[in-house]
């Protein structure tokens, strides 16, 4: 499922010549940068991902803001 997303807040990095923006918002929440995803073989298994957690390209991992 695709969702709309908005950068908020500062920009806090650069990842592989892509913008890192402190905060994310969807229709439902706000999230904020927690860590770079592992890259395994060109992919990001998504097992490290922790519940309600999201992987954004190029393999930014945003959890909710509490």
Do not use: W
């Amino acid at each position: 499922m695709s969702q709309s997303l908005a950068t908020k807040g500062n920009q806090v990095g650069n990842y592989l010549g892509h913008p890192i923006a402190e905060k994310i918002t969807t229709r439902n929440c706000t999230y904020v940068f927690d860590r770079i995803a592992e890259n395994i073989d060109g992919e990001f298994p998504l097992s490290q991902l922790n519940k309600d957690e999201l992987l954004i390209r190029p393999g930014l991992i945003y959890r909710p803001d509490k």
